[in-house]
């Protein structure tokens, strides 16, 4: 877990499928985002439905480009992701 | 508040909307119809447009709205905590910046503050679309912002739920704020309407 990420970083989410429950959709993985705001800090979901919820995580809104997620620009995809959904920064 | 994910065939929201289908179906009601009536709810709409009207007649309470939503809305005696892990989030549009609010894992919504949400917020149509195409979602809903207008899309999956503050319109500068209110709908607080 990075403790370092800070708001303006450029962030990769997670490349690949992932067993079971999570919140990472398909659709952002692999991309590469910047870090818009920071969410505090939660359980992450994964983890939770499978009975080792762990520690708490920070949250990140992370802004994508349409351009990157879908080859169409003109707009922008803000989601919140949790630092384990991220690349190792 | 529960995180019920749509998808599940035995979740509420599944059976929910098979009922609603057949419903439709049978002629009983039209989502028309049902939407109509969510508007009406108690607070549906009307907790959203105070806090609204509230910004755009206070520069103070909009900046701390921005800040720290929970906070503010609370001023209003308002439910600013939507419960132990859930925050909210106000986003302002700008004549730069259109901001549009989605689920698309299931339909996450400020429910404790709004009130239910619209079907269609809860559509798979909707939450698949509008992080693609949003302009072309807004003009189905006949909003057509401008060209030099950035679409920002929140995709609501953590447990940050998000209420929009419209833009005030132009020629309201001696309208009262419970007039301002009246003049918010529930689409504007999602962002698929400008006000």
Known sequence: MSEGRAVGDRVQARIGDRRGHTRLPRYVRGQVGTIVAMHGRQLVPDRVVAGDPGEPEPIYAVRFDAGDLWGLPGHTVTIELWDSYLEPG | MSHVHANHADSPAHRGRVLERLLEEAGVVSGAELDAFLDRLPGASSNGARIVARA?????????????????????????????????????????????????????????????????????????????????????????????VTINVWDSNSETRYIVIPRRPEGTESVSEPELAALVTRRGLIGTAAV
Do not use: M
Not at chain 2, 69 to 89: F, K, S
Not at chain 2, 110 to 127: I, Q
């Open chain 2, 56 to 148: 755009w007649c206070d520069d103070g309470f909009r900046r701390r709205l921005l800040d720290d939503a929970g906070a503010a809305i609370a001023e209003l005696g308002l439910p600013g905590g939507l419960g132990p892990t859930v925050v909210i989030r106000a986003v302002e549009n700008t004549d730069s910046v259109h901001n549009v609010i989605v689920c698309t894992l299931c339909s996450c919504y400020p429910l404790a503050l709004l009130g239910p949400s619209p079907s269609w917020y809860k559509s798979d149509a909707y939450r698949a679309r509008v992080v693609r195409d949003p302009r072309g979602v807004l003009a189905e809903f006949e909003f057509f912002p401008p060209e030099d």
